[in-house]
């Protein structure tokens, strides 16, 4: 048998076997990171090693609170896939990209600090580099479940984003250097609680310790009878019907930041006057509400026309 024949099956005897052994090593390293942080402590099942594409695959990642009394885990992810990026790589830039497939992230807020669950304790971009060493440049949430709870306000309130995508490009500006704000971000979203949806475009530059960003963001067709709890609280009203959207355009360069955030409202109707335990009073407060908030923007809107006109 030839030299050269010998060494390429040597050559593929210990791509088989680091194959097999690799996998445990991995689980023992990445258990490890988890399981020493502030506040938080974690667990993966298994991993899976791709050597050929330069990857690897976490699955079942569990991260909890440390003495923290909400049942419910931090983040919960069945499978991470971790890789080079080769397209990156053939431009000369040795960057990773990430994915997370159906993650869940559980947000708890509340008074005492056993009933909070925000991650604030903890310095997540050490975890993502002790796993990941390799800068990410591609960072993408795929059918992502987001819950946020709090229990500080009183009716307690809770709000779920499903099928969240989240896509974010270019992190390391690999392409477009010349660019001032490089880095394209795009995410959607179902709220099913009040039957919303979310969209949100933006363009970043996320290499400065203060981020510039310029982004349009739209929550749209939230129903109003879903905010009852939380109006006839602090507004000693409710709604009949009726849907509001949220309109947002922000854009921060250098710290300076402008834009608005503008709500609207569609065919609502606040109260039945028949109901019983109201006043006709509540009935003109909310009238007298929307009326001042349309006559406070007319006025506003024919200012600025006569402004521009001079």
């Known amino acids: 048998m030839k030299r050269s024949v010998k060494i390429l099956i040597g050559i593929v005897i210990i791509l088989i076997i680091g ?66 990026q080769w397209e990156s790589l053939l431009k000369g830039k040795l960057v990773s990209e990430v994915e997370c497939h159906n993650p869940e992230i559980n947000f708890a807020f509340s008074s005492s600090e056993e009933g909070s669950q925000t991650g604030a304790e903890n310095d997540w971009t050490k975890v993502i580099k002790d796993l990941l ?74 290499l400065k310790k203060i981020p510039d960003f310029d982004y349009n963001m739209s929550l749209k067709d939230v129903q109003l009878v879903k905010l009852n709890s939380l109006s006839r609280k602090y507004g000693n009203l409710d709604f009949e019907k009726g849907t509001m959207s949220l309109l947002s ?33 509540q009935f003109f407060c909310a009238s007298c509400w929307q009326k001042a908030a349309l006559l406070f923007w007319k006025t506003k809107r024919k200012t600025r026309l006569r402004h521009e006109s001079r």
């Open 19 to 84: 194959r097999l052994i690799l996998p445990y090593f991995v689980v023992r390293y990445v258990n490890k990171v988890l399981a020493d942080m502030n506040g938080y402590t974690g667990h993966i099942e298994d991993v899976d090693i791709h050597l050929i594409r330069g990857a690897y695959q976490i699955e079942g990642m569990n991260i909890r609170k440390v003495n923290g009394k909400i049942k419910e885990p931090f983040i919960l992810i069945p499978k991470m896939d971790l890789s080079i």
């Open 133 to 206: 060493p390799i800068e990410i440049n591609r960072f993408q949430i795929i059918n992502g479940k987001v819950d946020l709870t709090s229990i500080v306000s009183q009716p307690k309130t809770d709000l779920t984003l499903k099928n969240f995508q989240l896509e974010i490009s270019n992190i390391r500006n690999v392409e477009e250097k010349g660019k001032a704000l490089p880095s394209p971000v795009k995410a959607t979203g179902d709220m099913p609680g009040f039957g919303g949806t979310l969209s949100f475009t933006a363009n970043m530059m996320l």
């Open 249 to 281: 355009e922000m854009k921060m360069v250098d710290g300076k930041l402008e834009g608005y955030l503008k709500p609207l409202t569609k065919d609502m109707k606040i109260f039945k006057m028949k109901e019983e335990n109201r006043n006709v009073s």
